[in-house]
């Protein structure tokens, strides 16, 4: 990362279809209770960034990659999912954060992944038992179980500080949250340029395609046939970054989604012992992440954000170049 003041001084002057089930009545009111109580403090001037295709597509020309991190980029003291990580990690010159949308049951749409709490909260029992307000209460833990003062955010308020610093959120929907609901929280924070909506299926990308065309998404693609398909449910190819999966790199695939004009994405991220973090820097040697690179990976996810970008350059040669353009 050895872009980190370089880029920081920049930034500073610079669903539908197949849908996974939606939330309750109650909590559609929720949703909307939320979206009005952000639309005054949307209209807070942005942190400049192109637009997210530009970005994407400069990224993709010149050689540059992103590093993303996966559910915040937790570390010790530093919770996954929480806004004081991310601003932790965003200090540290992090730009890009993978996050997971979970929704109380009465409606608030905030950061958590798993179905219930305890394995990263001091609390107990399902999410879509729990209203906000118990939920607020409840302390994060760290990676390491040792409990932290910070809280679970209100997604709104992680789109507001996104919008306003520059910083750019990848949003996975959890189960008990709705396509529809996200998109439209993103619209109210007038967030659309600084989000990408995570798809897992091609009925999810044509779901959020229909409810955003302009925005960008991850959707699991490796050559022109998968993009092709997208294409013909009305996904633009231009808001496609090119999902590749977390097992082995897949060169030709990368290479047939850079001649198609489509962003490679690749994850190091997993279940820790078996994730490929682990077994790249077994040997204390970041090469598989400059291979990833030259072999036209735009987006790597991982659980070691600061490690990664530290040893790779094109991450600050990137940003430089495209996003504070």
């Known amino acids: 990362m ?9 930034a500073a002057v610079l669903a539908g279809c197949n849908e996974r ?21 949307a209209a807070a001037e942005a942190a400049p960034l192109p ?38 990690r965003f200090s540290e010159g992090v730009r890009v954060f993978e996050l997971d949308v979970a929704t109380s049951r009465d409606g608030v749409m905030f950061l958590h992944h798993d179905d219930r709490f305890g394995r990263t909260a001091d609390g107990d029992g399902y999410v879509s038992d729990t ?11 760290d990676n390491e179980g040792d409990l932290t003062r910070f809280h679970a955010p209100k997604l709104t308020d992680v789109l507001l500080w996104a919008k306003q610093n520059g910083a750019v959120v ?6 008990t949250s709705g396509l529809r609901n996200i998109i439209e929280a993103v619209k109210a924070a007038g967030a659309e340029g600084h989000a990408v909506m995570i798809s897992y299926s091609d009925e999810e990308a044509e779901a959020i395609a229909k409810l955003a065309p302009a925005m960008m998404m991850t959707a699991s693609v490796r050559g022109s046939r998968d993009i092709e398909s997208l294409e013909s449910r009305g996904v633009d190819r231009t808001r496609i970054i090119g999902w590749t999966g977390t097992r082995e790199p897949d060169p030709p695939a990368f290479e047939r989604l850079m001649n198609e004009g489509v ?10 012992g078996e ?51």
């Open 263 to 272: 962003e490679p994405a690749f994850g190091t991220l997993g279940r820790k």
């Open 170 to 175: 990848q949003l996975d929907r959890k189960e």
């Open 2 to 10: 050895r872009r980190v003041v370089g880029w920081f001084l920049a």
């Open 131 to 141: 209203d906000w307000a118990d939920i607020a209460k409840i302390r994060l833990k």
């Open 21 to 41: 089930a939606e939330t309750s009545a109650g909590a559609e009111a929720g949703t909307s209770s939320e979206l009005a109580a952000v639309e005054a403090e």
């Open 51 to 88: 637009p997210l295709p530009d970005l994407f597509d400069c990224l993709r020309k010149s050689g540059g990659v992103i590093v993303a991190a996966h559910r915040g980029g937790p570390g010790p003291g530093y919770p996954e999912n929480a806004l004081e990580t991310l601003k932790q």
């Open 275 to 325: 994730r490929l973090d682990d077994r790249y820097w077994s040997d204390g040697d970041g090469s598989e992440y400059q291979r990833l690179v030259d072999d036209g990976v735009v987006l790597i996810s991982t659980d070691e954000p600061l490690r990664v970008a530290e040893y790779l350059e094109a991450d600050e040669a990137g940003w430089a170049a495209c996003a504070a353009r």
